[in-house]
C-alpha cells in the first residue's frame, strides 16, 4: 500500500511563495505518475502540475510560469514550489501518485490560503 503524506501549506500573502512537499512510502516516485491537485471550496479538485515517470512535466494554465514541480528520486519526495501566490490560489493542495495497474494513492492534503 502507497502512503503519501503532503506538508508546506501555511498562509502567505498575495505575491508570496511556499514550497510543498510530498513523500511516499514506499519509494515509488521514479516509476509513477505523480500529480499535484487542489480543490477549493465548493469547486472541483482540479490538477495543478503533474511529472511522468521519465520526467515530463506540465501545468494547468493558471499556474504557468509561477509553480515548479520537481522530483528528488533519492530523498523520496516531490516538490511544488508555488511563487507570485494569488488569492484564487487558496485551496486544499493534494499530491497523487499513480502507476496503471499497480496503485492509485492520494494524500491527505494541506491547506494553503492566500491573502492579505
Known amino acids: 500500500q502507497v502512503q503519501l503524506v503532503e506538508s508546506g501549506g501555511g498562509l502567505v500573502r498575495p505575491g508570496g511563495s511556499l514550497r510543498l512537499s510530498c513523500a511516499a512510502s514506499?519509494?515509488?516516485?521514479?516509476?509513477?505518475?505523480v500529480g499535484w491537485y487542489r480543490q477549493a471550496p465548493g469547486k472541483q479538485r482540479e490538477l495543478v502540475a503533474a511529472?511522468?515517470?521519465?520526467?515530463?512535466?506540465n501545468y494547468a494554465d493558471s499556474v504557468k510560469g509561477r509553480f515548479t514541480f520537481s522530483r528528488d528520486n533519492a530523498k523520496n519526495l516531490v516538490y511544488l514550489q508555488m511563487n507570485s501566490l494569488k488569492p484564487e490560489d487558496t485551496a486544499v493542495y493534494y499530491c497523487?501518485?499513480?502507476?496503471?495497474?499497480?496503485?492509485?494513492?492520494w494524500g491527505q492534503g494541506t491547506q494553503v490560503t492566500v491573502s492579505s
Open positions: 511529472i511522468t515517470s521519465r520526467g515530463v512535466t
Open positions: 497523487n501518485a499513480m502507476k496503471s495497474g499497480l496503485f492509485d494513492s
Open positions: 514506499p519509494n515509488i516516485f521514479s516509476i509513477s505518475t
